[in-house]
């Protein structure tokens, strides 16, 4: 063996301090359910987290198992410093899946039904139904619903149907011949998606105010009517996951948004990779679909209920008891700002930071929307990731490329699941007159930025925003998100010279204080802990503090633990997949790691290193390698002391003495939930919703 052979050797990352990255995604999800099973939170904030547990996994497997299975496929050997075999991954995943699929339906069968039908909300099984429910339900039916349905009866000139991803359908067993004398014998029948999923009974009909049914009961109570003059023996649901990710070869295509407008048809037709059942789905009408869908028995998950449980989300909006939710939050304003057209002026007198969504999103309305109108502003850019179809923004962006200014819209058409809305949205601005850019090709951009010039006494002026979150309006009210409005010319500067990378060639642009991906950011993290484990190399105080949502960079994860042994005391809050062990002896024994799950998203990224925070920044990117390898991502430092100060408190300082709603990881890789004992209560969102809510004009 050679020396360099060697030395790579030696600098290997031992497999065993490393969390496997999709076991860990499964972990967060995990967390998420617990909160639908905690009683102390409202009981309809209970039944979404469930949902949102069940969308998360739905999106992992059509994700990350479907690209795991293809890796297993193609023979790849190992994934990542875990060095784990996609097949062997597949088959811990599974196991892990089935334990978190079999919770979510005993906390919806066991804990919230029961606790449901106590406050008068009732989801009537089909034994409940009683004459007048079920004629009622069978009109409705008849009207709205068997017009819409398309059963395929299974024989050499209706081969089985080409099933949609995550659709709810029925597998029918028939007995007695056709009017063509025919004995088909079994039928498949989908489910469009645009039926409602849960239905409210009228008061009238049921007795109850809050009575619902399925329409996974009602279309089974009324199965038979599809098939005239035969006989339903068996009626089962069933739900199949397909591989929802899409592939282009960038350096390919002519036309981005023209290629991906063609691909996003197939996404509803990838392969499978989960097929769910009735739990009293007979075995060999379980193995006939495996079978069609070339799939395993691993791949098969029986459930106790319906087999779509996200969609019950419904119910959050149809049950009309707000007492069952969370109290109503209205967010303040910072009390230095005022009305929307003195905000330039306001931002001339220093910066204003903003912590979503305690602290509303309209300045960052009012931003964009004074641009569009200002006579005194030239130009406008702005990079748009997930912002919907249409919205305030995208709106203030086409009337100021109507008034006549110069606007430059940067669109990632690959953010995922949004890239029909980002390419109509393309498509909307385009016709007025903003020049739309891709991005660069082979790098997500990420970045959450926006930038105005203006003509001022003097010269132009840029004004300046820079988020942890995306431009969107809905998300801005449930994601925690950190922003900053800025006139400080040195940030401005390297934030337009960002924009002039992303939309002509050229050299990397050196930069004043800005960092980002995928050119500056991951040194200049990388260099910060290095910086403070000399600090405490040489006796003298360091510490490090993080929040993000993902921390899975082997590079980064190495440098933490290297920090740890020198003696740096590491604070880290990582809301899902976190890939580090804290905690082992000798290696990471001076690292905590929490994760906060509560009525908000935790979605900033706020990273402090020194004992007093001294170098603080606010980022678009998690520390994980596609955001600081593979994306066009931004990092920028609160500069001033206050402001500093205010981020460190908000985002480190108070989640990390949360002791109601944090999570701890352990050495052994397991996440325990911190209880407040015979502390003081103390919930980090709580705190920060007292303080905001309503301080300061509403907004």
């Known amino acids: 063996m050679d020396a360099a052979s060697a030395s790579s050797r030696a600098e290997a990352p031992d497999r065993k301090l490393f969390i496997n ?177 849960v239905l409210k009974l009228p008061p009238a009909v049921s007795g109850g105010a809050q009575d619902f049914v399925l329409l996974s009961a009602a279309i089974h109570a009324n199965i038979g009517t599809l098939f005239p003059s035969m006989e339903v023996k068996g009626c089962w649901q ?42 009293n789905c007979p075995p060999e009408v379980a193995s006939r679909l495996l079978d069609h869908f070339n799939l395993t028995p691993d791949d098969l998950y029986r459930v106790n209920g319906p087999v779509n449980l996200n969609r019950l989300v419904l119910l959050y909006n149809l049950a009309d008891l707000p007492e069952l939710k969370y109290p109503p939050h209205t967010p303040s304003l910072p009390p230095r700002i005022g009305k929307a057209d003195e905000l330039y002026e306001t931002l001339r007198k220093g910066d204003v930071l903003l912590h979503h969504p305690y602290q509303s999103f309209s300045p960052v309305l009012d931003f964009i929307q004074r641009a569009s109108v200002d006579p005194a502003v030239v130009a406008v850019m702005v990079t748009l990731y997930r912002t919907g179809d ?77 988020g942890t979150g995306n431009y969107h309006t809905t998300t801005a009210r449930f994601y925690t998100d950190i922003g900053l409005l800025t006139t400080n010319e040195e940030i401005c500067t390297d934030v337009h010279r960002l924009f002039r990378e992303l939309m002509a060639p050229g050299e990397a642009p050196t930069m004043k204080h800005l960092h980002y991906s995928p050119f500056t950011l991951n040194t200049m993290v990388i260099e910060r802990i290095h910086e403070q484990a000399e600090l405490a190399r040489l006796g003298k105080p360091s510490r490090i503090r993080a929040k993000m949502n993902a921390l899975a960079d082997p590079g980064v994860i190495q440098a933490l633990y290297a920090a740890s042994q020198a003696g740096v005391p590491i604070d880290l809050v990582v809301r899902g997949v976190c890939c580090l062990r804290p905690g082992v002896p000798g290696v990471s024994e001076n690292i905590r790691v929490i994760s906060i799950v509560g009525r908000w998203l935790e979605h900033s990224r706020v990273y402090s290193f020194g004992p007093s925070g001294e170098h603080t920044y606010a980022s678009s990117a998690d520390w994980m390698q596609r955001n600081l390898h593979r994306r066009v991502e931004s990092c920028f ?63």
């Open 21 to 197: 990255r999709e076991l860990s995604l499964l972990d967060f999800n995990r967390r998420v359910l617990e909160q639908a099973a905690d009683e102390s939170v409202p009981l309809l904030e209970r039944l979404r987290f469930l949902t949102i547990s069940s969308s998360n996994l739905d999106e992992f497997f059509e994700i990350r198992v479907a690209n795991i299975k293809e890796q297993a496929a193609a023979g790849v050997q190992s994934l990542g410093p875990e060095d784990v075999r996609p097949e062997d991954l597949v088959h811990l995943i599974h196991e892990k899946a089935r334990e978190l699929v079999t919770e979510q339906y005993r906390v919806f069968n066991d804990l919230l039904l029961p606790a449901l039908a106590d406050k008068g909300v009732r989801i009537l099984r089909r034994t409940e139904w009683s004459q007048a429910v079920n004629d009622w339900v069978g009109d409705w039916f008849n009207r709205e619903v068997q017009p819409l349905l398309t059963p395929v009866g299974l024989d050499p000139a209706h081969p089985f149907p080409n099933v949609l991803n995550r659709i709810l359908n029925f597998f029918v067993q028939l007995e007695g011949k056709d009017a063509f004398s025919r004995n088909i014998g079994v039928a498949i029948v989908q489910t469009p998606r645009l039926l409602p999923r």
């Open 238 to 279: 069933f739900r199949v996951t397909r591989n929802s990710d899409l592939w282009l070869d960038e350096e390919e295509v002519e036309d981005l948004a023209e290629a991906l407008r063609y691909e996003l048809p197939h996404r509803n037709y990838g392969d499978a990779v989960r097929l769910e059942v009735a739990d």
């Open 637 to 699: 430092p609160i500069l001033d002391p206050a402001l500093k100060a205010r981020v460190v408190e908000e985002c480190l300082d108070l989640p990390l003495a949360d002791n109601c709603q944090a999570w701890e990881l352990k050495p052994d890789g397991k996440w325990y939930r911190r209880g407040p004992g015979s502390e003081p209560r103390r919930a980090a969102q709580e705190v920060l919703i007292a303080r905001y809510n309503q301080v300061g004009p509403a907004a």
């Open 390 to 466: 249409r919205s305030q923004i995208t709106d203030a962006l086409f009337n100021a490329a109507r008034a006549g200014k110069e606007v430059t819209a940067v669109i990632e058409l690959r953010a995922r699941f949004d890239e029909a809305a980002n390419i109509n949205l393309a498509q909307h601005l385009q016709s007025a007159g903003v020049q739309v850019m891709y991005g660069v090709v082979g790098y997500k951009t990420h970045a959450k930025m926006m930038l105005v010039l203006r003509r001022e006494e003097g010269g132009l002026r840029r004004y300046v925003h820079l």
